[in-house]
Antibody, heavy 120, light 107 residues
Framework: QVQLVQSGAEVKKPGASVKVSCKAS????????ITWVRQAPGQGLEWMGW????????NYAQKLQGRVTMTTDTSTSTAYMELRSLRSDDTAVYYC?????????????WGQGTLVTVSS | DIQMTQSPSTLSASVGDRVTITCRAS??????LAWYQQKPGKAPRLLIY???SLEGGVPSRFSGSGSGTEFTLTISSLQPDDFATYYC?????????FGPGTKVDIK
Protein backbone atom coordinates (compact mmCIF):
# COMPACT_ATOMS: atom_id res chain seq x y z
CA GLN A 1 0.00 0.00 0.00
CA VAL A 2 1.09 3.56 -0.69
CA GLN A 3 2.93 5.09 2.26
CA LEU A 4 4.59 8.41 2.99
CA VAL A 5 6.82 8.25 6.05
CA GLN A 6 8.15 11.50 7.46
CA SER A 7 11.13 12.26 9.66
CA GLY A 8 10.78 12.86 13.37
CA ALA A 9 9.93 15.89 15.45
CA GLU A 10 12.34 18.82 15.58
CA VAL A 11 13.00 21.63 18.03
CA LYS A 12 14.78 24.66 16.57
CA LYS A 13 15.80 28.09 17.75
CA PRO A 14 14.60 31.23 15.96
CA GLY A 15 16.76 31.97 12.94
CA ALA A 16 17.74 28.33 12.42
CA SER A 17 16.75 26.03 9.54
CA VAL A 18 14.87 22.73 9.48
CA LYS A 19 14.78 20.02 6.83
CA VAL A 20 11.94 17.48 6.88
CA SER A 21 12.02 14.31 4.80
CA CYS A 22 9.16 12.31 3.29
CA LYS A 23 9.94 8.81 2.00
CA ALA A 24 7.45 7.37 -0.46
CA SER A 25 6.83 3.71 -1.14
CA UNK A 26 4.59 1.37 -3.16
CA UNK A 27 4.07 3.68 -6.14
CA UNK A 28 6.11 5.14 -9.00
CA UNK A 29 7.54 8.30 -7.46
CA UNK A 30 8.08 10.04 -10.81
CA UNK A 31 4.38 9.73 -11.75
CA UNK A 32 3.21 12.07 -8.99
CA UNK A 33 4.06 15.25 -7.18
CA ILE A 34 4.53 15.90 -3.49
CA THR A 35 2.75 18.78 -1.78
CA TRP A 36 3.77 20.17 1.60
CA VAL A 37 1.07 21.43 3.94
CA ARG A 38 1.48 22.82 7.45
CA GLN A 39 -0.89 23.30 10.35
CA ALA A 40 -0.12 25.61 13.26
CA PRO A 41 -1.53 24.57 16.66
CA GLY A 42 -5.31 24.90 16.64
CA GLN A 43 -5.30 26.39 13.13
CA GLY A 44 -6.27 25.32 9.63
CA LEU A 45 -4.30 23.83 6.78
CA GLU A 46 -1.81 26.00 4.92
CA TRP A 47 -0.56 25.00 1.46
CA MET A 48 3.21 25.54 1.32
CA GLY A 49 4.19 24.31 -2.12
CA TRP A 50 4.51 21.45 -4.58
CA UNK A 51 7.35 19.59 -6.24
CA UNK A 52 7.19 17.32 -9.24
CA UNK A 53 8.45 13.79 -8.67
CA UNK A 54 9.34 13.69 -12.36
CA UNK A 55 11.54 16.74 -12.95
CA UNK A 56 11.67 18.52 -9.56
CA UNK A 57 9.79 21.57 -10.83
CA UNK A 58 8.45 23.54 -7.90
CA ASN A 59 5.73 26.02 -6.99
CA TYR A 60 5.81 27.77 -3.64
CA ALA A 61 3.32 29.83 -1.67
CA GLN A 62 4.16 33.48 -2.10
CA LYS A 63 4.47 34.13 1.64
CA LEU A 64 7.23 31.50 1.91
CA GLN A 65 9.18 32.43 -1.22
CA GLY A 66 12.84 32.90 -0.37
CA ARG A 67 12.65 30.87 2.85
CA VAL A 68 11.51 27.47 1.59
CA THR A 69 13.18 24.96 -0.70
CA MET A 70 11.67 21.65 -1.79
CA THR A 71 13.81 18.94 -3.33
CA THR A 72 13.61 15.29 -4.25
CA ASP A 73 15.95 12.31 -4.39
CA THR A 74 14.46 9.99 -6.98
CA SER A 75 16.98 7.24 -6.16
CA THR A 76 15.34 6.84 -2.75
CA SER A 77 11.84 8.18 -3.60
CA THR A 78 12.26 10.83 -0.93
CA ALA A 79 11.08 14.43 -0.89
CA TYR A 80 12.55 17.11 1.33
CA MET A 81 11.28 20.45 2.58
CA GLU A 82 13.76 22.93 4.04
CA LEU A 83 12.56 26.07 5.82
CA ARG A 84 15.09 28.73 6.79
CA SER A 85 15.14 31.75 9.11
CA LEU A 86 12.65 30.06 11.41
CA ARG A 87 10.30 32.18 13.49
CA SER A 88 7.98 31.27 16.34
CA ASP A 89 4.99 31.36 13.98
CA ASP A 90 6.59 28.54 11.94
CA THR A 91 5.76 26.21 14.83
CA ALA A 92 3.42 23.68 13.23
CA VAL A 93 2.86 20.13 12.12
CA TYR A 94 4.28 19.74 8.62
CA TYR A 95 2.68 17.19 6.29
CA CYS A 96 3.74 15.83 2.94
CA UNK A 97 1.04 14.47 0.63
CA UNK A 98 0.95 12.80 -2.78
CA UNK A 99 -0.72 14.79 -5.52
CA UNK A 100 -1.54 14.46 -9.18
CA UNK A 101 1.13 15.50 -11.64
CA UNK A 102 -1.49 17.33 -13.72
CA UNK A 103 -2.83 19.76 -11.14
CA UNK A 104 -0.78 19.04 -8.04
CA UNK A 105 -3.87 17.70 -6.30
CA UNK A 106 -6.01 16.07 -5.08
CA UNK A 107 -3.93 14.86 -2.16
CA UNK A 108 -4.81 11.21 -1.80
CA UNK A 109 -2.10 9.93 0.54
CA TRP A 110 -0.57 11.83 3.46
CA GLY A 111 2.43 11.41 5.70
CA GLN A 112 1.96 11.13 9.44
CA GLY A 113 3.11 14.70 10.05
CA THR A 114 6.25 16.16 11.60
CA LEU A 115 6.01 18.59 14.50
CA VAL A 116 8.47 21.46 14.22
CA THR A 117 8.74 23.63 17.32
CA VAL A 118 10.54 26.96 17.12
CA SER A 119 11.46 28.26 20.53
CA SER A 120 14.32 30.07 22.17
CA ASP B 1 -3.79 33.93 -5.21
CA ILE B 2 -7.28 32.48 -5.14
CA GLN B 3 -8.97 32.93 -1.75
CA MET B 4 -11.30 30.30 -0.34
CA THR B 5 -14.05 30.84 2.22
CA GLN B 6 -16.20 28.27 4.01
CA SER B 7 -19.49 28.54 5.83
CA PRO B 8 -20.41 27.95 8.49
CA SER B 9 -17.19 27.92 10.51
CA THR B 10 -18.83 25.66 13.09
CA LEU B 11 -21.88 23.47 12.72
CA SER B 12 -23.66 21.66 15.54
CA ALA B 13 -25.65 18.66 14.40
CA SER B 14 -27.11 15.37 15.58
CA VAL B 15 -26.62 11.84 14.33
CA GLY B 16 -28.91 11.30 11.35
CA ASP B 17 -29.01 14.97 10.33
CA ARG B 18 -28.39 16.09 6.77
CA VAL B 19 -25.41 18.45 6.80
CA THR B 20 -24.30 20.91 4.11
CA ILE B 21 -21.06 22.88 4.06
CA THR B 22 -20.42 25.63 1.51
CA CYS B 23 -17.09 26.62 -0.01
CA ARG B 24 -16.62 29.70 -2.20
CA ALA B 25 -13.68 30.71 -4.37
CA SER B 26 -12.67 34.31 -5.10
CA UNK B 27 -12.58 33.50 -8.83
CA UNK B 28 -13.68 30.63 -11.01
CA UNK B 29 -11.83 27.37 -10.43
CA UNK B 30 -13.96 25.26 -12.80
CA UNK B 31 -14.35 21.95 -10.93
CA UNK B 32 -10.86 21.82 -9.45
CA LEU B 33 -11.97 21.43 -5.86
CA ALA B 34 -11.35 18.77 -3.24
CA TRP B 35 -12.82 18.14 0.20
CA TYR B 36 -10.93 16.66 3.15
CA GLN B 37 -11.94 15.43 6.59
CA GLN B 38 -9.57 15.86 9.51
CA LYS B 39 -9.83 14.48 13.02
CA PRO B 40 -7.72 15.78 15.94
CA GLY B 41 -4.12 14.62 15.81
CA LYS B 42 -4.54 12.95 12.42
CA ALA B 43 -3.62 13.79 8.85
CA PRO B 44 -6.44 14.93 6.57
CA ARG B 45 -8.33 12.35 4.55
CA LEU B 46 -9.44 12.95 0.95
CA LEU B 47 -13.22 12.62 0.54
CA ILE B 48 -14.15 14.28 -2.76
CA TYR B 49 -12.10 15.43 -5.75
CA UNK B 50 -12.96 17.34 -8.91
CA UNK B 51 -15.90 18.81 -7.00
CA UNK B 52 -18.12 15.73 -7.12
CA SER B 53 -16.04 12.57 -7.51
CA LEU B 54 -16.06 10.30 -4.47
CA GLU B 55 -12.66 8.97 -3.43
CA GLY B 56 -12.46 5.20 -3.19
CA GLY B 57 -13.46 3.80 0.20
CA VAL B 58 -15.39 6.92 1.23
CA PRO B 59 -19.00 6.21 2.31
CA SER B 60 -21.68 7.17 -0.18
CA ARG B 61 -23.38 9.46 2.36
CA PHE B 62 -20.73 12.03 1.37
CA SER B 63 -21.35 13.95 -1.84
CA GLY B 64 -20.03 17.08 -3.47
CA SER B 65 -21.45 19.49 -6.01
CA GLY B 66 -20.82 22.82 -7.66
CA SER B 67 -18.58 24.48 -10.21
CA GLY B 68 -17.11 27.88 -10.89
CA THR B 69 -17.03 29.67 -7.55
CA GLU B 70 -19.57 27.91 -5.32
CA PHE B 71 -19.36 24.36 -4.00
CA THR B 72 -21.07 22.22 -1.39
CA LEU B 73 -20.22 19.14 0.61
CA THR B 74 -23.26 17.22 1.83
CA ILE B 75 -23.43 14.43 4.38
CA SER B 76 -26.81 12.81 3.85
CA SER B 77 -27.13 11.22 7.30
CA LEU B 78 -24.52 12.22 9.85
CA GLN B 79 -22.82 9.32 11.61
CA PRO B 80 -20.81 9.38 14.86
CA ASP B 81 -17.57 8.93 12.89
CA ASP B 82 -18.29 12.11 10.90
CA PHE B 83 -17.72 14.58 13.72
CA ALA B 84 -14.56 16.28 12.47
CA THR B 85 -13.29 19.37 10.67
CA TYR B 86 -13.80 19.65 6.92
CA TYR B 87 -11.60 21.63 4.52
CA CYS B 88 -12.01 22.50 0.87
CA UNK B 89 -8.97 22.97 -1.39
CA UNK B 90 -8.81 24.61 -4.79
CA UNK B 91 -6.24 23.28 -7.25
CA UNK B 92 -7.09 25.28 -10.32
CA UNK B 93 -3.47 26.29 -10.62
CA UNK B 94 -0.26 24.96 -9.15
CA UNK B 95 -0.57 27.56 -6.39
CA UNK B 96 -3.26 25.93 -4.32
CA UNK B 97 -5.18 27.16 -1.29
CA PHE B 98 -7.30 25.64 1.43
CA GLY B 99 -10.46 27.00 2.96
CA PRO B 100 -10.41 27.89 6.68
CA GLY B 101 -12.34 24.79 7.70
CA THR B 102 -15.75 23.87 9.10
CA LYS B 103 -15.93 22.06 12.41
CA VAL B 104 -18.87 19.68 12.75
CA ASP B 105 -19.61 18.95 16.37
CA ILE B 106 -22.26 17.21 18.40
CA LYS B 107 -25.42 19.16 19.13
Amino acid sequence: QVQLVQSGAEVKKPGASVKVSCKASAYTFSNYGITWVRQAPGQGLEWMGWISGYNANTNYAQKLQGRVTMTTDTSTSTAYMELRSLRSDDTAVYYCARGSMIKGAPLDYWGQGTLVTVSS
Amino acid sequence: DIQMTQSPSTLSASVGDRVTITCRASQSISSWLAWYQQKPGKAPRLLIYKASSLEGGVPSRFSGSGSGTEFTLTISSLQPDDFATYYCQQYNSYVSTFGPGTKVDIK
